[in-house]
């Protein structure tokens, strides 16, 4: 029997939730798109910027090993472009008729029905849709004299362009007629299905000429303020706590102005460095809607490389300022009145691309004293990793009196608590309190499992080593979506614990979908909590906020126990991170809860759950079976 012996390292410092927060990253891995309603792909009639070799690298393959061979693979990841119809051709516009930044599509028919194309739409029976398109015949509007003044003309002609969807089979099931002016405006089709089925739509006319289009829409009527209803309510079943957005890499070429505003005035986005399409629809308002949806605190990770302290502070300032005041004007007219009360604001990420330590940390005090003209209370996050650890004490030297965190990605609980013991003796030393996040983990790296059931599989990621190995059993999607990796994640939760409220929050890498990396998985059909997800759930079902923590020694490695306690409540969690079965002494009687699989290499997919929710009951003692998650209380 294992007996427990309280780790002599102990924290008096409440735990904060926040170690349980998550990152949802625009432009990358289908996270946004599966979590908004939008069924339409490219809606605003783009040229997609292909993936770029890092995506590849990341995952591991090259492009033509992109498909449902993925053993993480479903259909939120089709991507179906537009596909032209009969004999058309299609040009971009600049600057005329355009609505939805900078540009329109136009297609030209001579004669016939021609037009564009998409299928891969997923409906649903009986489910109301709304349909919506901004479109115009090219026509003649207007043309003026050399003063200015001569010459008008005015084509009020309207002709008929006809929305049509088609079954799998190609029959038509609906189909609607609309009439375009030669000023382009919006046509609204409510929607109803008769079959659950996937279907294709089209936009199609037979005169001969051509029609302008804008942009175009296919969303589900019960959306909530654009996000999935299904996705909304896991994200309150997992209790989300805190989340990252909007990036990670993307970030670093962020414009935040352009992502607030009427959506159908928004220029879709490239994603510069993963390559991809980011279609623009969801932005700082609609984080903040989710964030009131489901109740978790944003964290605004903001563009530094390739943007000013000014328009930093001018993001502070639009979410958190009165609507009298700058940009909280802007705020205002957008639809939103109450300043958000943002909190949380990440400076940039990877910041060693462009600077050395000590030019990034006086580069964070530049653009911190500007967005505290903003808002006094911000609280700024200064990336620390990809720096040498002796760079980290003249990194406060430099910005500890502008900074209150400092982020590492790394997690294992010895490098934590060598990182704590620098920010200890920094605050000794000036009297700055800075404690330390980490905004970006898997759950690999030194926290990964003993493999037994195959060896072939990997338990940490490869990114950089082995780079394109064209081996869908090396791909990083094969281990994240396994039982295991939960099990990794869960140990990583409570090294977190036992590191106390100095190390104050985490994101976990990510969301939704990005291949198997996430808590959830967004498919066409439905959505569901991956194992990852599951485990996140059940951490935080039972945490206990305002609690202080003890962890405990068991003398096995990969045995872990913490218990949070406040007043007179007191949760234990065990972690059973070994492919061995053992009795842990607790004491007295207890009652709790046990999640585990009936085999490391389990996962939850959208048909089938392996993963089993477990009740416990006991006395004096608790089994803990291998590779399994238990709290008692």
Known sequence: MIELKKSERQSSSVIDRNILGHFIESGFGRQVSGMWSELLFNRAFRKVTPYSFYTWEWLGFEADMYNEKMSSWHSGYEEHDWETVGSVELAETHGSNTFKGKQSLRITNPGGEGGIRQGGLHIEADRAYTFRIFGAVQGSIRTAGLDGFEGHEYDAQTNAVTIRFRDAQGNSIIENTLHFGPLQDEHVIPLRFLKTEVVSVEIVFSFEGAILLSWTSLMPDDNMKGWRKDVVELMREVKVPVVRF??????????????????????????????????????????????????????????????????????????????????????????????????????????????????????????????????????????????PDEAIRPMLDAAGGTVNYIIQRRGDPAFVMKMLDILEQYRKDTGNHVRMVNTEWLAGYSCRSPFVSDPSVPTDYNWGRERITNDYKRCHGFFQIRWFYAVNGAERILNYMSCGGEFTLANFNNCCNTWGQNIINASKDSAWLSCAGMMFAFFGRHFID???????????????????????????????????????????????????APDQLSTVTENDNPVQMLELNGENSIIMKPFSIAVIW
């Open 546 to 596: 305002g609690a202080t923590s003890t962890a405990y020694e068991t003398g096995v490695d990969g045995l872990l126990v913490q218990s949070l306690e406040k007043d007179d409540l007191k949760r234990i969690f065990l972690v059973n991170n070994t492919s061995e079965e053992f009795e842990v002494a607790v004491e007295g009687t207890y009652s709790g809860e046990a999640l585990r």
């Open 246 to 387: 909007p990036g990670g890499c993307f970030v670093s070429f962020y414009d935040w102005v352009s992502s607030v505003g009427p959506r159908e005035l928004r220029e879709p986005m490239e994603s510069h460095y993963w390559g991809g399409l980011e279609e623009n629809d969801v932005g700082l308002d609609e984080l903040m809607d989710l964030a009131e949806l489901v109740g978790f605190e944003a964290q605004i990770c903001f563009n530094m490389m390739s943007s000013t302290p000014y328009k930093a502070r001018q993001i502070v300032e639009y979410l958190n300022a009165p609507a009298d005041v700058g940009m909280g004007r802007m705020r205002m007219l957008n639809g939103y009145t109450e300043p958000r009360k943002v909190k949380l604001f990440e400076m940039d990420n990877e910041p060693w691309r462009k600077w050395s330590p000590v030019q990034y940390a006086k580069e964070c005090v530049s653009f911190g004293e500007e967005m505290r003209l903003a808002d006094p209370d911000v609280e700024l996050m200064m990336a620390c990793y990809g720096y």
